[in-house]
């Protein structure tokens, strides 16, 4: 069963949108260098609309760097009822979002990858389907702008910490691993477990 991880740029305040702006002026070469080999794991993304609208039109024009060669090159899975069609290696989602999650995660291969904490992550915590959350805190304090968790019903599962990484620019990589409530989660199906 294929693990599903989602990694998430937040800063020292919790502000995870608009990272491009806060973030990547600390990003360096150490921490590319980290997201690359945590890519060698990964064979998939899931994406949101939002995520995946901004990611392709930043990402999929780039060619030549190995980092940004290997996103291109993975297959997506774009979680919308909005989005009329795909490119960028990438497949839609429109029905049961968590039954084709499931599904995804039950196919043999390597983990798949969530890039950033969106509206999806309700469904997808709801459901227990997030294996594994990796937070890249930045030493930054941004002041505004949408929070991690923002409108997502959290109660259903609690963090347990289990690796971190001080980079030299001050970055914290924290990796966590839920656990789900067992009278919260929800089967593929939405009734509960």
């Known amino acids: 069963m294929r693990k599903l991880i989602e990694a998430t740029l937040v800063s020292l305040d919790g502000v995870v949108g608009s990272p491009r702006e806060w973030a990547l002026p600390h ?3 150490e921490n590319k ?14 994406l949101g609309r939002v995520t995946y609208e901004m990611f392709a039109a ?6 030549g760097d190995p980092y940004y060669d ?5 297959p997506k899975f774009v979680a919308s009822a909005s989005l009329a069609e795909t490119t960028w290696n990438a497949t839609l989602i429109r029905a049961d979002v968590a ?3 499931t599904r995804l995660k039950s196919e043999p291969g390597k983990a798949i990858m969530k890039y950033g904490t969106s509206r999806l992550d309700g469904t ?12 890249s805190v930045f030493p930054v304090v941004v002041g505004r702008g949408p929070r991690l968790f923002d409108g997502i ?4 599962v609690t963090l347990t910490l289990t ?6 620019n001050g970055i914290v990589a924290l990796t966590y691993v839920p656990e789900y409530v067992p009278a919260h989660r929800h089967t593929a199906a939405g009734h509960s477990a």
């Open 124 to 135: 997808l915590i709801r459901h227990g389907l997030i294996d594994e959350f990796h937070f």
């Open 153 to 156: 019903d959290t109660s259903a």
């Open 58 to 63: 930043a990402w999929s024009p780039i060619t």
């Open 33 to 46: 260098a980290y997201a690359q080999a945590a890519l060698a794991g990964v064979g998939a993304f899931l």
């Open 99 to 101: 039954a084709e999650v």
């Open 163 to 168: 690796a971190t990484k001080t980079f030299g």
């Open 27 to 29: 990003w360096d070469d």
């Open 70 to 74: 290997m996103i291109n090159r993975l």
